[in-house]
């Protein structure tokens, strides 16, 4: 299994940028088999959290205090057995233990050769020895877009209070405690007690003491898997918790930022950014480092945030791909979230970039919230005006020409601006991409606006924007354009800040227009050289918002679903994603040492897209739910979160999603929404829950086809005493039916969270092909009232693709409570 940072691979097919924007493989695996490699071990017995004995039994949620003498010695006795029992079975000089995981998880991590893992396997007390794969590294708007300021904000008293007292942990590259995101306002100081959070300040390069101001209440790094791996780059992996690339203090601040911290780039103010819950506080693991990241830091760093005492955990990082020896729940990944959720935390995870194909989501477990991405109503569009008047509508966020647009430039086509005599070679790269100032006429394109071929360099991914704006510097281009090319087809194109003028065509039609223009307007001798342009043109400003058009629409990078099981992509009986957030075109903190952004070097924002940008939305909502509603448990809290979210956007009409084609969309379903997007004022007063429990999850995995007792007590510690007869009957607020034959019983409860007694009344938006019917028909329950639903589903119609619905809820208080339906009709009675 691999992790990685969870962004849009599309920008970066652009501009070739950003650590997750996926423009590159940042974090490398290729162990040979006869190589040392990292090996994640779990073992018998139980950890600090959840050890129990007659003066202390264990209850679900609440963990052990890790500081008392008693949860001390136990660690240590753990740590002693793990140490013994390499002693005991491995040559000396053939191992080294990089771990013990004590708190949530009784294991370690150990770099060795793959024969000495083997020996391991067989070892007594030893449940499970999986190889660590590596890692690659995987809103200014975003609060109104919600309806957050007037909404759940104002229920806590407005953004000066929204989220106090909660905790969010972020797992990923680390956080720039310099940015005004991160501040600790004296004029609003915390009043919380967090005497049950118990964080540390690790010190290092770029990261002082001052650092964990109060905002930030704890931050750590784990590199020890890393530097197992790797020598590390002190220049680039600093080890301390600061953000050598961004992604980290970006996700941080879209959970828990500071709120009106105005966004300033290029001398260009954007407006004002907050996180979700800007009065949470953040409590910094990274475990990503620009040079190499593993599996192991990553679980390391799940189980302190558990020790420290985390509300929320965030993780924007994830598996790649599902495992190859395993079944997907059952990777290390997702034990330790397993173990995390047992613990009391909320965990948010994203759901993965590699939409919109089916099957492709990387958020496996029902005990992690899957989030998918999707647009708001905002974009920034920029406009081309040519000699001749003509507008074209383009992508960059970059200023205008000089003139504000009113003056206009000579046109000059890069491939006509090629010094003639050149020694270069006559590649697109220097020929038409504007890559190399060397291969150009200087007294042809200073001054000019250039155009710039998207071609060979671009497809493959060797030429980048960054790339032309140095070349634009270099010979003092008036602008420059981006144009799509008939042999490569259109492209995509996200708004990145240009810090020349420039503008990116992404469309064939738009590019004829512009070239056919440029032809009119050119003067070539008999060898079909440019000799005299007429041709003249002038950038518009590009950093204006819009606020119009059809909203949310699924991102087209949003992996989808349905769920799977394994390696081979057999679906499971489980809904992913779990839900929509704003992952696209999201405002938020950056590092300006941006490592692998050089266009956003120097920068402290960021204009982002990517499941990992929707992930933090759901992590900072869910931090506002557990502030108003402090006794609820995870499963609570994901529920009030699915059964209020809309599957309808801002025009009344169902959600649609962004297909494989440019422009290209489709109605969406539960496999691309969830349950649909994100609703936080909804969310605080759902009506009813659906609770599941630690024991639930271990049911669910016992009744897993071809899954034995023996192998979940291997991998989980516990037994199959009461295993479900169907994944499906786990208490989730969805159905999923992976193969339903002829008919199926099965039962959900719901529990009340109202005050006040309420009657609903069930209804069913029948899944084509399929006969559902709930009884009782309508209910009556008082608050904190607990109600049976019992539900027969029937096929009518076999068909071999998955049918949705929904079971709706109505209360006479105006709750509504909405459970979709995903079902795969296999045969009929």
């Not at 919109?356 to 989030?371: E, L, M, N």
Request: hydrophobic fraction near 40%; glycine fraction near 8%.
């Amino acid at each position: 299994m691999s992790i990685s940072l969870v962004s849009s691979q599309y920008a970066s097919f652009l501009v070739a940028v950003v650590l997750f924007l996926l423009c590159s493989p940042i974090i490398k695996s290729s162990f040979a088999d006869d190589q040392r490699a990292i090996y994640l071990v779990l073992m018998e017995g139980e950890p600090v959290a959840f050890r129990q004995s007659d003066a202390t039994p264990f209850e679900e949620g609440k963990t052990l205090d890790p500081n008392s003498l008693a949860s001390k010695a136990h660690a240590k006795r753990l740590v002693d057995s793990h140490d013994l029992l390499l002693q005991s079975t491995l040559k000396l000089g053939t191992y080294n233990k990089i771990y013990s995981f004590k708190h949530i998880v009784n294991g370690f991590a150990i770099h060795t050769t793959s024969s000495q893992a083997k020996i391991l396997e067989s070892a007594r007390g030893v449940r499970l020895v999986e190889k660590d794969r590596g890692a690659k590294l995987m809103t200014t708007y975003s609060p109104q877009y919600l309806g957050l300021p007037t909404g759940v904000w104002s229920r806590k008293g407005g953004y000066r209070n929204a989220g106090e007292g909660i905790v969010v942990g972020v797992i990923d590259t680390g956080i720039n405690p310099m940015h005004p995101s991160f501040a600790y306002d004296t004029t609003n100081p915390f009043t919380s007690n967090l005497s049950r959070f118990s964080g540390a300040c690790e010190t290092g390069p770029r990261f002082d003491v001052s650092a964990c101001n109060g905002k930030i209440v704890s931050a750590r790094y784990f590199s020890a898997g890393a530097q197992a791996v790797t020598p590390l780059n002190s220049s680039i992996d600093f080890l301390s918790p600061f953000d050598a690339v961004g992604h980290g203090s970006h996700v941080a601040s879209t959970a828990a930022g500071n709120s009106m911290v105005p966004v300033i780039m290029n001398g260009f103010f954007y407006g004002f950014a907050s996180g979700m819950a800007p009065r949470a506080r953040i409590a910094v693991y990274k475990a990503i480092f620009p040079s190499v990241g593993t599996v192991a830091d990553v679980v390391s760093a799940i189980d302190q945030a558990i020790i420290d005492g985390v509300d929320i955990l965030t993780l924007s990082v994830g598996p790649d791909e599902p495992p190859e020896d395993t079944i997907t729940f059952f990777n290390v990944f997702d034990i330790f979230m397993l173990f995390a959720r047992r613990a009391g935390v909320f965990v948010v995870q994203a759901a993965g970039n590699k939409g919109p194909s089916p099957s492709t989501v990387v958020s496996f477990s029902p005990w992690a919230v899957g989030v998918a991405a999707c647009s708001t109503d905002r974009s920034f569009p920029g406009t081309l005006i040519l000699g001749d008047g003509q507008r074209i509508s383009g992508v960059g966020l970059s200023g205008p020409t000089m003139g504000n647009g009113l003056l206009q430039y000579k046109l000059v086509l890069a491939k006509d601006a090629v010094k003639e005599n050149g020694t270069f070679p006559k590649t697109p790269e220097y020929v038409e991409e504007c890559q190399y100032p060397e291969a150009l006429d200087p007294t042809a394109v200073q001054g000019s606006i250039v155009i710039c071929s998207f071609s060979a360099g671009f497809a493959n991914g060797t030429s980048t924007v960054t790339t032309i704006i140095d070349t634009a510097r270099a010979l003092g281009f008036a602008g420059f354009i981006l144009v799509a090319n008939p042999a490569y087809g259109e492209f995509i194109a996200e708004p990145i800040p240009f810090s020349v003028p420039g503008i990116m065509v992404p469309r064939l039609v738009d590019a004829k227009i512009i070239a056919d223009y440029y032809e009119q307007q050119i003067y070539r001798d008999q060898s079909g050289f440019g000799r005299r342009y007429s041709g003249k043109a002038a950038i518009g400003d590009g950093r204006l918002a819009h606020f119009q058009g059809q909203a949310p629409v699924v991102s087209r990078f949003s992996s989808r679903g349905p769920d799977i099981i394994d390696s081979n992509r057999n679906p499971v009986d489980v809904l992913k994603p779990d839900i929509l957030a704003p992952g696209h075109l999201v405002w938020a903190a950056w590092s300006p040492v941006s490592i692998f952004d050089q266009i956003l070097m120097g920068q402290n924002y960021a204009l982002l897209s990517g499941t990992s940008m929707a992930t933090p939305h759901v992590s900072g909502i869910a931090a506002l739910i557990k502030q108003f509603n402090p006794l609820w448990t995870p499963s609570m809290i994901a529920s009030s979160i699915s059964t209020t979210a809309s599957k309808f956007d801002n025009r009344g009409e169902p959600i649609m999603a962004e297909g494989a084609e440019i422009d290209s969309l489709y109605p969406s379903t539960p496999f691309d929404i969830g349950a649909g997007l994100i609703n936080p004022t909804r969310a605080l007063d759902p009506g009813l829950v659906f609770e599941s429990g630690f024991e639930d999850y271990i049911n669910f995995l016992c009744s897993l086809p071809n899954v034995d007792p023996p192998t979940v007590k291997a991998m989980t510690g516990k037994l199959c005493n009461n295993s479900f007869a169907c994944p499906s009957d786990l208490n989730v607020p969805s159905i999923t039916i992976s193969s339903l034959n002829g008919s199926r019983f099965m039962k959900r409860t719901v529990k009340s969270v109202a005050t006040k007694t309420e009657t609903y009344l069930c209804s069913v938006l029948q899944p084509p092909g399929i006969a559902i019917n709930v009884t009782p028909s309508w209910f009556t329950i008082n608050p904190k009232g607990i109600q049976d639903l019992y539900i027969k589903l029937e096929v009518n119609e076999v068909k071999d693709d998955f049918s949705f619905g929904e079971i709706v809820l109505t209360g006479s208080l105006d709750h509504i409570v909405r459970v979709p339906l995903a079902i795969l009709r296999a045969s009929v009675s």
